[in-house]
């Protein structure tokens, strides 16, 4: 008898402690299993399915395929999903401190945008909440480079084209080269290239190196405008009513899933700039006149930006400037 009740018992534990009884949490994140951000992502999530003593099992959804990306943050917002990953710069409409993400020229070194993300956290922790999310962690992307289809020696050479965006801000920098404006989300890059909606992009050696630019274009210029980052979110109220222990568990792998991502960047990114130039695209440096004409716009931008909320924006820029 006695024998029954320590085998039942085993049991019961062994259960929850394998997740069987689990809470099942999801965590959908909107780019593919390729990219730093989305290995870091799953990383995080068996850490804490391990860690929660059969509290929550965590599903990462990768690639936008429980929620598309736009809808990432209404969903994490409303409880339909209780984590999520999300673009910091595709929330520049919902409040200005999130536009510090996607400024060219003004950290464009690793450093730097640690240290700004260091300055920018406070605020975009405090616009979260108030949307009811937690901010669990950041984790940057490699800077963000030129691709196109000739070579560009200055802004001219980039007059009237298709400029891919993917945040508000980007759609303004867009206007400000005189190229016009286009959304496309990353599953769609290769299609909108070889169908002509888009002619130029400035994003990642991964997102080119993932999509296979060198299907579509020829030329990376190494700009180094900015150096985003996506967030992972929690729902307020669900995080909340976790026991304190699982609570901390979720803390910890936080922030040992922020520190791996600006650890593992930098190798990520000369990783994926030799990728595309192994595959045949020319990668080279920018013209003194073409970064002297982007700074300007830079410049332009960082005005322009102070103006939207000059508080929370000045809080930041003094921050980070210290
Ligand atoms: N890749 C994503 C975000 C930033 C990046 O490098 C994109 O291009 O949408």
Request: no cysteine; glycine share 6%.
């Amino acid at each position: 008898m006695i024998k029954k009740i320590t085998t039942a018992a085993v049991l019961v534990a062994s259960l929850a402690t394998s997740g069987a009884y689990a809470a099942k949490w999801n965590m959908p994140t909107p780019y593919g299993d390729a990219n730093l951000p989305t290995k870091i992502a799953y990383e995080f999530a068996e850490e804490i399915s391990a860690g929660s003593n059969g509290e929550i099992d965590v599903a990462v959804h990768s690639g936008a395929s429980l929620i598309k990306h736009p809808e990432i943050p209404r969903a994490v917002r409303t409880g339909q999903v209780q984590l999520g990953e999300i673009f910091i710069g595709i929330m520049g409409n919902t409040h200005p401190v999130f536009k510090h993400d996607n400024i060219p020229f003004l950290a464009t070194n690793y450093q730097d945008a640690e240290k700004l993300w260091n300055a920018a956290r406070p605020e975009i922790s405090k616009q979260l909440e108030k949307e009811g999310m937690t901010l669990l962690y950041a984790v940057p992307w490699p800077a963000q480079s030129l691709y196109t289809k000739q070579p560009v020696a200055k802004l001219s050479d980039l007059e009237g084209l298709k400029m891919r965006a993917y945040s508000p801000s980007t759609s303004r920098l867009a206007d400000l080269m005189n190229t016009t404006p286009t959304t496309v989300q990353v599953p769609e890059i290769p299609q909108a290239f070889s169908t002509g909606i888009i002619d130029a992009m400035i994003t990642s050696p991964s997102t080119g190196a993932n999509g296979q630019a060198w299907d579509y274009l020829s030329h990376y210029t190494d700009i180094a405008a900015w150096i985003p980052k996506n967030v992972v979110v929690a729902n307020t109220r669900a995080f909340k009513r976790l026991s304190q222990e699982t609570q901390d568990v979720i803390m910890k792998a936080a922030a040992a899933a922020e520190a791996k991502g600006w650890a593992g960047v930098v190798d990520q990114a000369a990783k994926d700039t030799a990728t595309l130039s192994d595959n045949g695209i020319v990668v080279s440096e920018p013209s003194d006149e073409l970064m002297a004409e982007l700074r300007k716009i830079g410049a332009i931008m960082i005005d322009e930006w102070k103006a939207e909320a000059p508080t929370e924006v000045s809080a930041i820029l003094d921050q980070y400037k210290m």
